[in-house]
Structure formats: C-alpha cells, structure tokens
Nanobody
Framework: QVELVESGGGSVQAGGSLSLSCAAS????????MAWFRQAPGKEREFVAG????????YYADYVKGRFTISRDNAKNTVYLQMNSLKPEDTAVYYC????????????????WGQGTQVTVSS
C-alpha cells in the first residue's frame, strides 16, 4: 500500500512558477513509477509527466514540454513537479500517482493516487 500526499499548489499569475511535491509513505517507493496528472473542471484527467523508478525514463505531455520538470528523490520518498511559464490553461487539480514501475500516460494503469492539489493561473 502506498499513500501519496501532494503539496505546493496555489494561485499565480500567467508566466509565474509553482513547485509541487508528492510525499509517499509505504514500502518500496523506489520501485514505483510515478506520474503527475491534472484535471480541469468538466474535463477528463490528463497526463502531465511521468518518471521511472530510477529516473532513467522521463516523459512529458506536449502541452507542458519545455515548461515543466519532473524529478524524484528516492531517499526522501518524494516526487516533484517544477512548473514554469504557467498559462491559464494549466489551471487544474494536479494529482500524483504511482504504479508498479512502468511509466504510462493512461490513468487506469496507476494503482495509487493522492488527493490532489489545486493550481490556479490567472491571466
């Protein structure tokens, strides 16, 4: 069992930056693939970025590539999402997710989810 707790959300103006963290409890964090998803009101949950268990594979959705950076610290059981050059369309609830080690872009392939943290970008 893995419990995930996100933090770092908030409100920012367009062009600004935010840094999200996801702290994991439970065993074997270092064996899990991790990802960030987001969901805006009335829209489906969408993939943002994913990172493999040892950070050798990292993937980004096209709409955040070059602006967002995902990283992890297995010693601290934490995964991060640095978000720069934020746009109003980045406004959503951001979720951290974990699975058995595969980096996937589909929510159904993730076993564990955090409660989400709100990110609001104003124009």
């Amino acid at each position: 069992q893995v419990e995930l707790v996100e933090s770092g959300g908030g409100s920012v103006q367009a062009g600004g930056s935010l840094s999200l963290s996801c702290a994991a409890s439970g065993r074997r964090f270092s064996s899990h693939g991790m990802a960030w998803f987001r969901q805006a009101p009335g829209k489906e949950r969408e993939f943002v970025a994913g990172i493999s268990s040892n950070s050798d594979m990292i993937y980004y959705a096209d709409y955040v590539k070059g602006r967002f950076t995902i990283s992890r610290d297995n010693a601290k059981n934490t995964v991060y999402l640095q978000m720069n050059s934020l746009k109003p369309e980045d406004t959503a609830v951001y979720y951290c997710a974990a699975n058995g080690g595969v980096v996937a872009t589909t929510p159904v392939l993730y076993d564990y989810w955090g409660q989400g943290t709100q990110v609001t970008v104003s124009s």
